[in-house]
């Protein structure tokens, strides 16, 4: 009775999710000027139930020889504004690293291979950057499930590139703390790019297809 009046509650209290109209987000990975892998987020709404699905997968080669390999998939749930279950696994060139989370009447309960069991403080989110409110949000991280609460500041707004060749107009914010991240968001509030530094120095960025 407490979960089911909680998520109630939460349905009522939210405004819808920001779901794109195509139901679907892609973006090419960009390194050095060529592409070196994609970044899909699907959506399927039954309900007031949404179940969000991130697929990325990246290599960079060195004369032909593999040297990054990443591969991510995750699953949300959500009920109306309450996010209910997470699901995650993470590959790092060999290396696994996994989240998971489930509602229950204590709350959004987290694990991951970086953290113990813990209680996600309201409202959470996760590091999919899908929808832009997570800015203001604790954020739940799916590769390893630690718990983030990363700087947010807003700068000018840009114009930013997409895959298709037209430029798009988009907000931009700067996330730093336990990690950095460049994000965009358009005019719609549609994830609309995203950057950061390598750990070799060079620049990854997203066009959105």
């Given amino acids: 009775m407490l979960l089911s009046g909680a998520v109630a509650a939460a349905?009522?209290?939210?405004?819808?999710?920001?779901?794109?109209?195509?139901?679907?987000?892609?973006?090419?990975?960009?390194?050095?000027g060529s592409e070196i892998g994609?970044?899909?987020?699907?959506?399927?709404?039954?309900?007031?139930?949404?179940?969000?699905?991130?697929t990325v997968d990246a290599l960079v080669t060195l004369l032909s020889l593999p040297i990054v390999r990443y591969a991510h998939r995750a699953t949300?749930?959500?009920?109306?504004?309450?996010l209910i279950g997470v699901s995650a696994e993470t590959d790092k060139n060999g290396r696994h690293q996994w989240a998971s989370a489930r509602r229950t009447n204590e709350g959004?309960?987290?694990?991951?291979?970086?953290?113990q069991r813990y209680i996600a403080?309201?409202?959470?989110?996760?590091?999919?950057?899908?929808?832009?409110?997570?800015?203001?949000?604790?954020?739940?991280?799916?590769?390893?499930?630690?718990?983030?609460?990363p700087k947010v500041a807003e700068h000018k707004a840009?114009?930013?590139p997409t895959a298709s060749g037209g430029p798009a107009v988009a907000d931009h914010y700067v996330l730093s703390?336990?990690?950095?991240?460049?994000?965009w968001y358009d005019r719609s509030d549609t994830w609309a790019s995203l950057?950061?530094?390598?750990?070799?120095?060079?620049?990854?960025?997203?066009?959105?297809?």
């Fill in 195 to 209: 950057a950061y530094s390598a750990p070799d120095g060079s620049t990854v960025h997203y066009e959105r297809l």
């Fill in 76 to 82: 949300e749930t959500w009920q109306g504004d309450a």
């Fill in 108 to 115: 959004l309960v987290v694990l991951g291979s970086q953290t």
């Fill in 11 to 32: 349905r009522q209290a939210a405004a819808a999710l920001p779901v794109p109209r195509a139901d679907r987000l892609e973006f090419r990975i960009i390194r050095h």
């Fill in 158 to 160: 840009d114009i930013v």
């Fill in 38 to 54: 994609r970044h899909t987020v699907t959506f399927e709404s039954r309900g007031e139930s949404l179940t969000v699905r991130v």
């Fill in 121 to 149: 403080p309201e409202p959470a989110a996760t590091t999919s950057y899908w929808d832009k409110r997570a800015l203001a949000r604790p954020m739940i991280s799916l590769e390893d499930g630690v718990l983030l609460r």
């Fill in 177 to 183: 703390g336990a990690f950095d991240v460049e994000l």
